[in-house]
């Protein structure tokens, strides 16, 4: 029998304004491991909201906030009317349009952000205490990295799927917090990712071996980047599937 679920909208007090934020959680009541998620580039969406539900659904309490609140709440941006699919490759005015917002969101900025949503996972009776779990995906993957480096005592793990711009030779590349991270990581990649090539995955990799870091990294064959998403024309569902059976596995053993 599948767990129930009770989500809401909510919104999160930061430094620099307020975010809003989907949170959801098994409807028993009770305090369960805190998982903050991190949206894909094209903002909390319905095909968003039933990942955290799912995650709700296996025994946690789901926090994904807007973390380009700062450019307007959710929707971020117009996207296609569901059931049809969101292509990028067929509406190149949809990164032209989300890039400033990416850009505008500098670590220093996103770390203030990520204090209080940790903050917010922290002081809610419906978590229960000690570091939480974190999920990103695309623009999200390179934000759990961040989070587990900027605040390793409140991060017991971290999972990223076809992040972007990984281990860029950028001087504030994500993968140069590796050495601050304690928490254990799975980073699952799509090997036809344009963002994130083969050096990159393999420079990634490497960062996190040499810091000592505990982690898994894993290139799915045949997937494109966001291959989870599933209301995108990039949607695998083999590489979903598989993503799911990570993150719980993930979850299971570090909350």
């Given amino acids: 029998m599948a ?3 009770r989500g809401t909208s909510v919104d999160i007090t930061t430094s620099d304004g307020t975010a809003d934020a989907y949170l959801v959680r098994p409807d028993d009541g009770l305090a369960h491991p805190g998982v903050l998620f ?3 580039a094209f903002g909390i969406r319905p095909a ?3 990942m955290a539900d799912r995650i709700a659904a296996g025994g946690y309490t789901v926090l994904m906030p807007n973390v380009l609140y700062r450019h307007g709440r959710t929707p971020i941006i117009e996207l ?4 049809a699919p969101i292509d990028p490759a067929a509406d190149p005015t949809l990164f032209r349009r989300l890039s ?3 850009e505008a969101l500098t670590p220093e900025r996103f770390t203030r952000d990520a204090d209080a949503y940790l903050r917010r996972l922290a002081d809610s009776p419906l978590v229960t205490d000690g570091p ?3 999920t990103g995906y695309c623009l999200g993957a390179g934000l759990a990295l961040r989070t587990a480096g900027a605040f390793p ?3 017991a793990a971290a999972a990223g799927f076809h992040g972007s711009y990984l281990a860029t030779d950028s001087p504030d590349s994500p ?3 590796a050495e601050r991270v304690t928490a254990e990581l799975y980073f699952g990649h799509a090997d036809q990712d344009r963002s994130l090539p083969a050096e990159e995955i393999d420079r990634f990799a490497a960062a996190l071996a040499a810091a000592g870091v505990k982690h898994t990294c894993e290139v799915y064959e045949g997937a494109r980047h966001g291959f989870t998403q599933t209301d995108t024309v990039p949607y695998h569902p083999e590489g979903d599937a598989r993503h799911w059976d990570a993150l719980f596995e993930l979850l299971g053993r570090t909350l």
């Fill in 3 to 5: 767990t129930a679920v």
């Fill in 38 to 40: 991190y949206m894909s």
């Fill in 48 to 50: 968003l909201r039933a």
């Fill in 80 to 83: 296609p009317e569901p059931p």
């Fill in 100 to 102: 400033p917002m990416i």
């Fill in 132 to 134: 939480v779990g974190i």
């Fill in 153 to 155: 005592d409140r991060v």
């Fill in 175 to 177: 993968h140069l917090v």
